[in-house]
């Protein structure tokens, strides 16, 4: 039996969206000088992150599954996260 590709299982999910206020904030300067920035690429597994064409940290806050990886591999000072508010976020369908 072949597993569901990471797409595939997410899809499963419904995500709500906070447009008003980010439950992930990035301080690009010391996620860059910390080496922050790949750890949180290689280490989410929703692929929330990654480098846009300038060269800074791009998050996709929007297909966070909030599991806090991300927030466990940050230096300290490069990220702030913090559950989404009330009502927002990844609503789990499936397992």
């Known amino acids: ?42 280490c989410c597994p929703a692929g929330v992150y990654s480098v846009g064409a300038d060269g800074s940290l791009e998050v996709e806050h929007a297909a966070c599954l909030e599991c806090g990886t991300c927030a466990a591999v940050a230096a300290p000072g490069a990220l702030r996260w913090e559950y989404p508010r009330g009502g927002f976020g990844v609503q789990f369908r499936d397992g």
């Open 1 to 42: 039996m072949k597993l569901p590709s990471l797409p595939e299982r997410l899809a499963v999910n419904r995500f709500v969206t906070d447009d008003e206020s980010c439950h992930i904030v990035v301080d690009q300067e010391i996620a860059r000088s910390t080496g922050t920035v790949q750890r949180l690429i290689s």
